[in-house]
């Protein structure tokens, strides 16, 4: 086997920091981070064999890791003649946030014990988000996943232990290297306009391409408030393909930007929840970012904070179904617009077809000579 000494970044999200958006971006630009010398594995040259499951990991999976290590090393034999970097992106290898990271651990051995020995430049790059804004996006996550429970349900899961950042970090860095390690911040004040977060991991990769990127779209839109309450609510009386379709038609028409907020949170409940994580955050700032004031993320700025959510009141419910029903009534014109516009044409094709073979029945003549002309362009 070939040495490689080649950069190989692993990015591992964390959930809720515009992952799909990179992933997405990255695909597109496929093609043309080749020509740049860089090697994004996607689609079926994903570094695993399969990236849904190993956020579930709670200890070493040799069979898994066994696989996805032969994977690996039969996508750098096919790149040998080339002298790329590498990356590679999925949530999933920050673990299972819906168990607060707490096997981070385990998933970040997994995936040092599938890249060991290949002789590569590990860097492993994640994003992390101030805890209540991530756990205000998880929980919309879980309605979208199917839930059922309040806000106030949601969050009493979990503790100060669940989602420390600081614990996710060390879970990698004892095992890669503290060095190897690249923090960035999901944050509006570090990633202010719509390009900001292509343009940050351009940066990191040292990639022009994508540091200099300007389409950036952005991947699974969130709900409004309204539409999000009526989903949860409507969640236990719906099977899975139902919720699918819904999901996609209040993306449609109840879709909001992507660092739009809700007030899952009263302004002093959201200070006592990130009061939790002040300690864990400090020592993230002090030990990876080198900060001195101890602040990893900029505080809440309760002046911007939209007032509490008033419920889901008759009107919303009302005009929230009404555009649901406009969307549906628009979409069915829309094929059947299609669907006439097929059939027109299908009659064209016939009627000419019968008028050529009722000209031909009629002049025998005018058939032998087609023969005749066909006959000669065949030859």
């Known amino acids: 086997m070939k040495k490689f000494s080649s950069r190989f970044y692993i990015h591992i999200g964390t959930w809720k920091t515009g992952s799909s958006t ?28 399969d990236d849904r499951i190993i956020r579930d990991f709670d200890k070493i999976e040799d069979q898994y890791v066994t696989q996805s290590r032969q994977k690996l090393k039969g996508i750098f034999d096919e790149a040998r003649d080339k002298e790329y970097k590498y990356i590679a992106s999925a949530e ?18 997994n995936v040092f014990e599938i890249t060991k020995d290949l002789n590569l430049d590990i860097k492993i790059i994640v994003y992390l988000r101030r805890q209540d804004d991530f756990i205000e996006s998880m929980y919309t996550q879980s309605i979208h996943l199917g839930g059922v429970k309040t806000f106030q349900e949601f969050i009493s899961d979990f503790d100060e232990s669940h989602f420390n950042w600081y614990s996710l970090l060390c879970a990698y860095s004892d095992v890669f290297g503290k060095e190897n390690i690249i923090v960035r ?21 040292n990639s022009s391409l994508i540091a200099n ?32 379709q819904l ?55 309760n002046s911007e904070t939209p007032p509490p959510y008033p419920g889901f009141t008759p009107e919303a419910m009302t005009v929230t179904l009404s555009r649901a029903l406009l969307a549906v009534n628009y ?21 000419i077809y019968d008028n050529i073979s009722e000209a031909l029945s009629k002049y025998p003549s005018l058939k032998e000579k087609l023969k005749r002309l066909l006959g000669k362009k065949n030859n």
């Open 185 to 205: 911040r999901y944050h509006k004040a570090f990633l202010p306009h719509r390009n900001s977060l292509m343009h940050d991991f351009g940066e990191v990769v």
């Open 213 to 244: 990127f300007s389409e950036t779209v952005s991947k699974n839109r969130g709900l409004s408030r309204d539409a999000l309450e009526l989903t949860r609510i409507t969640n236990k009386h719906l099977h899975d393909e139902e919720r699918y």
């Open 331 to 351: 979409r069915a014109q829309k094929e059947n617009k299609k669907t006439a516009k097929r059939y027109r044409q299908s009659i064209l094709k016939y009627r």
């Open 247 to 301: 999901r996609k038609l209040f993306q449609e028409i109840n879709s909001k930007n992507p660092f739009e907020k809700y007030s899952f949170f009263d302004n002093s409940e959201r200070k006592d929840f990130l009061s939790n994580y002040k300690d864990s955050n400090s020592r993230v700032a002090k030990e990876f970012f080198g900060l001195q004031d101890d602040s990893l993320f900029p505080s809440p700025d």
């Open 92 to 109: 999933e290898f920050s673990g299972d946030p819906f168990r607060g990271f707490k096997n981070c651990r385990a998933v970040a051995k």
């Open 22 to 49: 990179i992933q997405y971006n990255l695909h597109k630009l496929k093609k043309k981070l080749k020509k740049e010398g860089i090697f994004y594995l996607s689609k079926k040259d994903k570094m695993v064999i």
